[in-house]
């Protein structure tokens, strides 16, 4: 069983900076993406940002700039630097981790329970 627990969130106030982690456990040989992904009130889920195991990065546009993944490939986490917060970054935001291989089995996709970011004065 492959899980992955999320952490960092919290209130903020607008232009502040937040960390978010997430770490990925069970047995883990690889996983391919880790990303992560946001949801706010009465809106759908969207990408944020996803980090290949090679490095390779892809961002909500509207995000680039502000936002930045990283990922320890050792350490199965990936995280989420959030600088400038507006009001409207507010959301629960949910980690994400795309063909993870724990010995024979390959989970395709596994979420985490999300953490509430809350941006505001």
């Known amino acids: 069983q492959v899980q992955l627990v999320e952490s960092g969130g919290g209130l903020v106030q607008p232009g502040g900076s937040l960390r978010l982690s997430c770490a990925a456990s069970?047995?883990?040989?690889?996983?391919?993406?880790m990303g992560w992904y946001r949801q706010a009130p009465g809106k759908q889920r969207e990408l944020v940002a996803a980090?290949?195991?090679?490095?390779?990065?892809n961002y909500a546009d509207s995000l680039k700039g502000r936002f930045t993944i990283s990922r320890d490939n050792a350490k199965n986490t990936v995280y989420l630097q959030m600088n400038s917060l507006k009001p409207e970054d507010t959301a629960v935001y949910y980690c994400?981790?795309?063909?993870?291989?724990?010995?024979?089995?390959?989970?395709?996709?596994?979420w985490g329970q999300g953490t509430l970011v809350t941006v505001s004065s």
């Open positions: 994400n981790a795309e063909k993870v291989q724990v010995r024979s089995i390959t989970y395709l996709e596994v």
């Open positions: 069970g047995n883990i040989f690889s996983i391919n993406a």
């Open positions: 980090i290949t195991s090679g490095g390779s990065t």
